[in-house]
């Protein structure tokens, strides 16, 4: 089926910029939207950015200015750029997809999640 593959998080000093990409691999018919959520220690997991096949953008209010979602459709892939990070930013961040199956129903699909730190 669907497969998300992430790339690895990371360490970083407060103030520094890191870059997460995710591809989509398997019987995807079409992706409709790409996106990242992150859960923090004890917290639920949240919406950082999605971007749609046809471009739009939804960024949750603490990351817009910082954060930048893209995607390269003919790879299946999701990128976030990460700028400013902030230790509020430590969080295991999660790709995420919302696709049609070739049959036309809709699925979902999740990563494994990376691990984000960001030290003070």
């Known amino acids: 089926q669907v497969q998300l593959v992430e790339s690895e998080g990371g360490l970083v000093q407060a103030g520094g910029s890191l870059r997460l990409s995710c591809a989509a691999s398997?019987?995807?018919?079409?992706?409709?939207?790409m996106g990242w959520y992150r859960q923090g220690p004890g917290k639920q997991r949240d919406l950082v950015a999605t971007?749609?096949?046809?471009?739009?953008?939804n960024y949750a209010d603490s990351v817009k200015v910082r954060f930048t979602i893209s995607r390269d459709n003919a790879k299946n892939t999701v990128y976030l750029q990460m700028n400013s990070l902030k230790p509020e930013d430590t969080a295991v961040y999660y790709c995420?997809?919302?696709?049609?199956?070739?049959?036309?129903?809709?699925?979902?699909?999740w990563g494994q999640g990376t691990q984000v730190t960001v030290s003070s």
């Open positions: 995420n997809t919302r696709f049609t199956y070739p049959s036309g129903r809709f699925g979902v699909s």
């Open positions: 398997g019987s995807i018919g079409s992706i409709n939207v």
């Open positions: 971007i749609s096949s046809g471009g739009s953008i």
